[in-house]
């Protein structure tokens, strides 16, 4: 513990690290703490009295303190310095503090330093200006000490003194040193100074004792709006905002005080911190109803939560205002309008602001490449980086972070692994836990388990396999890979596991489907002080899901929703399509019921699986309206339309969403080529279906054997039998029973028996115990009259006692899925069912 009773002889032992926490592109950076400067205070050059020429007639030193308190820039300072030297200001008490005080301001640190070790004489003025130099430069140790030095000096300690010292608690010391302060400032008798006071509710607000703050603002005798502020900033930094929100309304009520500008922006800001984002704008809106007009700095907080809440039209709002009150010079206001645009879409008008109005630094070069790569716009990214590379700005690890993850959220992992190579062989460049964890994610999706354990080699060299997200990262790839032992191991490794690290394993377990061992492991969670989050339940769902236990996907939605946990967007898109395979109609309806009221009907992902899982539930109505309701349409809700359409023989709609997708600019895969040409085979259009085939090429889209499968049905439906058998036999794919089947059923409708049987006997030999081939053969006897041939088929059936596999239907009742095949007696109600049936079946036979 720091103790101010006795002077310092060795190194302190609490040392607490300074947290700096920059915006950068949406990600969090960690650097290293700056290393301890000690330094011994030499005594003053001299203690006599300094002489001064008679030039001090002509410039006399408040002349001198007037230029240096408005100068903001070093080489102007310094030149200021040489003329108080050349005038014989040398040894000046009053004007060398004013130097050291513009020194501290312009971040001149050595030069600071410098002047005070070559001062004749120091006074409480000059230590206080040296304390705020090294409080300026984040040494809140070297301040501290600075601070010892100041009582043993000759001299009585000030109120001025106290506002500064207290600053050091939030770097060095903590509450302890901050308790022991304050007893010093009560022996003093400057504990009712306002001006010491409102430092001490500001010193206990940073030191999060916010019982202390309000403590000592009840107690203080006379207070103003800063004691107030103080006390309101504090609670809403520590994200207490109802209670912050309290004290703007006892400011009133007590002091008879009006909350000013100070009190509006802290309460914004807290809200904004905190992801109060519907909170932050309307406390922005009842600002400006009292009379108060934001600045930038109050319009910079409120800009993450416009961006958050995609509100696009606001984003624009508080550009027209940051521009019309000239406020476009601040960069934290350039790079929040830019996140506002990146993350509502609008890279048009992130990059006007970034060309027009940034400074370009790290921050905003970041956030532009986050934004193309969020928007697909993979090529306008890798420009926008290869520009930073040749102004020289291409040593910053978070840029080629950004760009690592922008490939691996793009599925583009050859590239991202590439990226990461790169940075491997850089000497200028460190990989820190993000990259790493960015890299070892490309090598989950990939599979590749060998790459993935060279990087946890990289790890474990830099001494990094024990941090919470790279071994997050690590059990994830072990586990994609299917190594749950080597997931385990690295879960095992890591230090101080969080709930990602956790969530992680639980979500291993869940996609091996060892459900037991997912039990175990939230009750292990649980123990270690981590409460399970939605994403530990969604890692969970999508195990389910994954395993293909719908049913079990369902239930456990529904209690997620029983536990007080609200459902985030994640995991509607996760459930979604239990209900399509599943075909639970009624339940997927829930399940859109829910994403509606969220605001989630209309995302992308969402609206893609929505249409999806109505298709597959045979409502090409409701799919349809599920579509239209998608804000940003992309190639996979296209394709899940024209799949929609294709499934259920909407031919001539599938063929015209088709042709509508390409003059929209969408570019065709493989996919969207099936779902058209699977249109143009229930349209029976086959000129069409030729083009579209022959379109593959056009697009780079190879036809695989289900395309070629599409071609043979096509020409087999209308008649064209000869030319669908000279596609399977020059297509480069071995044809299967799929294909074959296609050619068979056209034959049967054209009545082609050289064809059919060629294709009857290739599936009889490729599926020889199939029942329906030698059926779908007899069918064709009988289409031509070949009744001998039909009666010999039927006799090989029943010889080789072949039965047809019964067809299988289902109901939802009630939630409950109810599954019959022809003859069944498994269903728990099957006597009642039987009896219904019978009764049925007594009425149709008097009916008639």
């Not at 309460?267 to 984002?277: A, C, H, P, T, V």
Request: glycine share 8%; proline share 3%; aromatic share 10%.
């Amino acid at each position: 513990m720091v103790s101010l009773l006795e002077p310092i002889a060795q190194p302190l032992p609490l040392q607490l690290l300074q947290e700096s926490l920059e915006f950068r592109a949406s990600k969090i950076s960690f650097h290293k703490s700056k290393p301890t400067r000690r330094r011994d205070f030499p005594q003053p050059i001299s203690t006599s009295p300094a002489h001064f020429f008679p030039l001090d007639d002509l410039v006399n030193s408040s002349t001198y303190a007037s230029a240096l308190e408005s100068c903001k820039c070093p080489r102007l300072g310094k030149q200021v310095h040489a003329q108080t030297l050349k005038n014989g200001f040398h040894g000046h008490e009053f004007v060398e503090t004013k130097l050291l005080q513009m020194y501290g301001k312009c971040g001149c640190f050595n030069d600071a330093v410098l002047l005070f070790d070559k001062m004749r004489a120091r006074n409480l003025y000059s230590w206080t200006a040296l304390l705020n130099v090294y409080l300026s430069d984040g040494l809140f140790e070297e301040a501290f000490e600075c601070f010892q030095q100041v009582r043993f000096e000759d001299f009585d300690l000030e109120f001025f003194l106290f506002p500064v010292v207290l600053k050091i608690c939030c770097g060095y010391g903590g509450i302890e040193l901050g308790k022991q302060l304050h007893g010093i400032v009560m022996k003093y008798g400057f504990s009712s100074n306002i001006y010491v006071g409102n430092a001490l509710i500001d010193m206990y607000g940073k030191c999060a004792s916010l019982e202390d703050a309000k403590k000592f603002l009840s107690n203080m005798s006379v207070r103003d709006c800063v004691s107030w502020n103080s006390v309101i900033t504090a609670f809403a930094v520590n994200g207490m905002l109802s209670e912050a929100h309290e004290v703007l309304k006892q400011m009133s009520a007590e002091d008879n005080l009006t909350p000013n500008f100070i009190s509006w922006s802290a309460l914004i800001g807290g809200f904004s911190q905190n992801g109060y984002d519907e909170e932050a704008i309307e406390m922005l809106y009842k600002m400006q109803a009292v009379g108060f007009q934001p600045n930038a700095q109050t319009l910079a907080s409120v800009l993450p939560a416009c961006g958050r809440l995609q509100m696009l039209y606001l984003g624009k709002e508080i550009h027209g205002y940051l521009t019309r009150h000239q406020l476009m010079s601040n960069s934290f206001v350039v790079n929040g309008l830019i996140d506002v645009y990146r993350r509502c879409g609008d890279m048009g008008n992130a990059f006007r602001v970034f060309s027009m109005f940034s400074t370009k630094n790290d921050v905003s070069y970041n956030t532009m490449l986050v934004g193309y790569f969020e928007n697909g716009e993979i090529s306008k990214a890798q420009e926008l980086f290869y520009q930073m590379q040749r102004e020289g700005k291409w040593k910053d690890i978070i840029s080629w972070n950004s760009m690592i993850s922008g490939y691996v959220n793009n599925s583009m992992f050859g590239e991202a692994l590439n990226m990461f190579h790169k940075v491997m062989w850089k000497e200028e460049i460190e990989a820190d836990t993000f990259t790493l964890g960015s890299a070892l994610a490309a090598c989950a999706d990939m599979g590749l388990l060998r790459r993935g354990k060279e990087i946890h080699s990289c790890a474990i060299v830099r001494g990094l396999q024990t941090d919470a997200f790279v071994g997050g990262a690590l059990v994830e790839m072990y586990s994609k890979c299917l190594d749950i032992k080597a997931a385990q191991k690295a879960f095992d490794k890591v230090n101080e596991r969080d709930i990602p690290t956790w969530n992680a394993l639980i979500s291993s377990y869940a996609r091996s489907d060892e459900m037991v061992s997912v039990e175990c492991t939230l009750e292990k969670m649980k123990a270690d002080g981590c409460d399970p989050n939605i994403y530990t339940w969604n890692g969970i769902l999508a195990g389910h899901v994954e395993n293909a236990r719908n049913e079990s996907a369902l239930q456990l939605f529904l209690d997620i929703q029983y536990s007080g946990l609200r459902p985030d967007i994640y995991t509607i898109g996760t459930v979604l399509p239990a209900c399509s395979r599943l075909a639970t109609l009624d339940r997927g309806k829930q399940i859109h019921a829910y994403a509606v009221r969220c605001g989630y009907d209309s995302d992308t992902h969402i609206g893609s699986a929505l249409v999806d899982m109505y298709a597959k539930c045979g409502c090409v109505k409701h799919a349809r309206l599920a579509y239209d309701n998608i804000k940003k349409y992309n190639l996979v809700t296209e394709n899940a339309m024209l799949t929609a359409y294709a499934m259920h023989g909407y031919g001539e709609e599938g063929i015209d969403f088709f042709r509508r997708m390409l003059g929209n600019g969408f570019i065709p895969d493989d996919v969207t080529f099936l779902s058209a040409l699977s249109s143009c085979v229930h349209a029976g259009l086959l000129e069409t279906g030729l083009e579209f085939f022959d379109l593959m090429g056009t697009y780079n889209a190879k036809p695989t054997l289900k395309h070629y499968t599409c071609m043979v049905d096509l020409l087999s439906r209308t008649g064209k039998l000869n030319e669908a058998l000279k596609v399977i036999k020059e297509m480069p794919w071995d044809p299967d029973t799929v294909i074959w089947g296609a050619l068979l059923g056209g034959c049967v409708i054209h009545k082609n028996l050289e064809v059919g049987e060629t294709a009857a006997n290739k599936l009889i030999e490729l599926e020889p115990g199939n029942t329906g081939n030698h059926i779908m053969l007899a069918n064709l006897y009988a289409s031509v009259g070949r009744w001998g041939d039909l009666t010999k088929t039927r006799q090989l059936i029943n010889e080789k006692k072949m039965h047809k596999s019964p067809g299988c239907s289902w109901i939802e009742d009630k939630s409950e899925i109810h599954v019959f095949v022809a003859c069944d007696t498994s269903h728990q109600r099957t006597d009642e069912i039987y009896e219904i049936l019978n009764i049925l079946t007594t009425q149709i036979k008097v009916e008639h």
